[in-house]
């Protein structure tokens, strides 16, 4: 935060001239110092005590086995039904002959877009068919069929509700966050203890995670309906049912249908992350399998065949969500005709197997791969261990314990410690003699925190920290939120572990913003960068984060650099997204008002959009933060440590008080962050105006 604009609640002298901002800071940094100088004497101030840790998790695991304990027959019934309904669409679909398939596929999608979308079906299709896997595909697509409809029945209904009656719409979008900020696998131990092992556990945590962007959607659709339109509709005369089912509704079907997209998506993310529960031959399962075998070759088909359902699902649905038009639907039928006279035609003669023209070439894949990473397997290794020994390490355990010799060459001392603090204290006074005091200050604490290292920051710090930044970002009831989240986190006995993911998210973020940052500035500055970049985007939002995980471990195997990298190819795209979109959307008359002043592109740039675009680019670091955290429970497959490792265990092991507690943990963190970014996107908008 600048210095510049200071005064806000300031007392008369010197002090008239420090702002909020400045006074959080100076209030940190001297909490930091007093546990560092009592950390000898005090050692509780460093390490929580696990006395004083409450036992959270018995006390959840408890009441939860008890409460399933009641629902577990009504929900066995009701697994029962809705397994019985799933093998019957399974059978469907793998009773379907693939020409069948391939011509309705194809035949859908020149009736929603034409020519474009009729060739995305038809040739992705064709690859899913040529990949081997398309018996395991249409297991996945039994589960996307079965559960996306119970997810849109129920957003939809929930969304409804919530317009309906004012007064809960604030519990509603309470419970939305919950459900989105509390990682999947939390979801996948009680519902293994109440539905039992197999895919009717997937189908059900599939709708679940699934129905909140549905719901937020038809919600936003409705409320944005116009006001002239629902007035029509009660001079009709018609009743209240028929006001919503026949004119609002249809009117906001637009944004219904943006809601039909996430919903598809999400629940094909979800269907796969459910993969690790076992008990389904689907492809998510195919997935895993091959990547715990580490068989190169197979693991990247069957992720392709992920990215191409993804794809194929999320083009369409969103060509219906943002178009009109429609093609004649004579020629889809055609189409799809031409797929029924095939499938005669070859009827016995091309089962699903026979076709697999792309077996042989995973085998030439896997050898091709496994020689190629064998030959550059030194500079993979100097890649990994360099960001790990002059990167990550220090970050998580501070300078004074990575900096070894066998790692740096030396050993660090507390002679060093204090040089390293002292330089950085004269920085931050040179930084405040220039009238940046709070940039002074923040440099300080930064420098302590690298020291130090996050995995081992005093917890009186931290929370002192968080309530230092709410009360900049919004005030002291922001402040008193967060400070009382973060307490629980404090005495659930998991403080340790959400430092670590605290620590990983955290490098994660800031990797991303400064990447996405860059990518975004170049973007706006550049219309043929962002011409390459845009589908780069695309690609990297519809792959399902699972597959994520699949590149990283191919190039640099099971480790905390291989999770770094998968969170940040999720979690980028919404800061770049965001960054160019803030950067090319100020308003004309600020541009042409500088440039007459006499202003370079440059100054333009800095001095008038990057202002201007704060409250976007804030949101886009807001939403990098969450993607962030909801990767990190699947980078707990690949080896990490932290609430995501142990909501992992939890489920290996059937643990609900664990699983339930950690993923809170983790909603947790990622709440505070989401909280505290909105509270100075919200600050910045107010600042500017808008």
Request: one cysteine or more.
């Amino acid at each position: 935060m600048s210095a510049a604009g200071e005064g806000a609640g300031a007392v008369p002298g010197v002090t008239a001239r420090l702002s909020r901002g400045t006074w959080a800071a100076l209030v940190v940094l001297l909490t930091g110092a007093l546990c560092m100088a009592l950390a000898g004497k005090l050692p509780w101030l460093v390490k929580f005590p696990e006395a004083w840790a409450l036992p959270m998790t018995q006390w959840v695991g408890q009441g939860m086995e008890w409460l399933l304990g009641l629902m577990k027959p009504a929900m066995r019934l009701v697994s029962a039904g809705l397994g019985v309904v799933m093998e019957a669409v399974n059978w469907l679909f793998n009773a379907l002959p693939w020409p069948v398939l391939i011509g309705l596929v194809t035949g859908f999608g020149w009736w929603a877009g034409g020519l474009r979308l009729a060739a995305l079906g038809g040739i992705g299709m064709s690859l899913v068919l040529a990949s081997g896997y398309w018996t395991e595909s249409m297991n996945t697509l039994s589960l996307v069929a079965v559960s996306v409809p119970l997810a849109l029945i129920a957003g939809g209904a929930v969304g409804i509700l919530a317009y309906e009656f004012p007064r809960i719409k604030g519990l509603v979008q309470g419970i939305m966050d919950v459900m989105q900020t509390v990682p999947t696998f939390a979801y996948l131990t009680p519902l293994l203890l109440l539905f039992g092992f197999g895919p009717v556990v997937g189908l059900i945590a599939s709708a679940i995670y699934a129905a909140p962007p549905m719901a937020r959607n038809v919600l936003l659709g409705l409320e944005r309906v116009e006001s002239d339109i629902k007035e029509a509709a009660i001079m009709s005369g018609g009743t209240r049912l028929q006001q919503l089912f026949l004119i609002e509704i249809p009117a906001a079907k637009t944004q219904i249908m943006v809601g039909v997209n996430q919903c598809l998506m999400a629940a094909l993310s979800m269907v796969i992350i459910a993969a690790v529960i076992g008990g389904f031959e689907d492809i998510g399962w195919e997935v895993l399998l091959t990547m715990r075998k580490a068989q190169l070759g197979p693991s990247l088909l069957a992720g392709m065949v992920i990215v191409v359902f993804a794809v194929i699902i999320d083009r369409m649905s969103l060509h219906l969500a943002m178009t009109r038009e429609r093609h004649d639907l004579r020629i889809a039928g055609a189409i799809a005709g031409v797929g029924v006279v095939v499938a005669i035609l070859l009827w016995g003669r091309a089962a699903p197997g026979e076709v697999a023209v792309m077996e042989p070439a995973k085998q030439w894949l896997d050898t091709t791969l496994s020689r190629v990473l064998t030959r550059n397997a030194g500079t993979l290794d100097a890649i990994k261990n360099g960001a790990m020994f002059y990167g990550l390490l220090p970050v998580r355990i501070g300078l004074d314990g990575a900096v070894l010799p066998f790692t740096w060459g030396f050993q660090w001392t507390a002679a060093m410690s204090a040089w390293f603090l002292g330089a950085a204290a004269l920085a931050g006074l040179a930084l405040g003699l220039a009238g940046r005091i709070t940039a002074g200050l923040v440099l300080l604490i930064l420098a302590g925190v690298l020291e130090t290292g996050v995995s081992e920051l005093p917890w009186p710090f931290l929370l002192v920290a968080v309530a230092a930044i709410g009360w900049t970002a919004g005030g002291w009831r922001l402040a008193a939120l967060t400070t009382g989240l973060m307490v629980l986190v404090l005495f659930s006995g998991l403080w340790q572990k959400a430092l670590l993911s605290l620590y990983l998210a955290g490098v994660s973020v800031f990797a991303c913003a400064v990447m996405g940052g860059l990518i975004g500035l170049a973007s706006a500055a550049s219309p043929m960068v962002w011409r390459v970049v845009r589908p780069i985007c695309d690609m990297l939002q519809t792959i399902p984060l699972f597959v994520f995980l699949i590149p990283v471990l191919m190039f640099f195997q099971i480790g905390e650099f291989s999770a770094f990298l998968a969170i940040c190819m999720y979690a980028i795209v919404p800061m770049i997204r965001y960054t160019r979109q803030g950067l090319v959307s100020t308003p004309d008359e600020l541009i042409e008002a500088a440039i007459s002043s006499g202003a370079t592109s440059w100054q333009v740039m800095r001095e008038v959009r990057a202002p201007y675009a704060a409250p976007t680019i804030l949101l886009g670091l807001n939403q990098t933060i969450l993607y962030a955290f909801a990767m990190l429970v699947i980078a707990a497959l690949v080896g990490t440590t932290g609430l995501g490792q142990s909501i992992f265990l939890a489920l290996g092991q059937a643990d609900v008080g664990l699983g339930i507690v950690s993923g809170a943990a983790m909603a947790i963190l990622a709440l505070v962050a989401d909280r505290l970014v909105q509270g100075f996107a919200t600050k910045r908008r107010a600042a500017l105006g808008l």
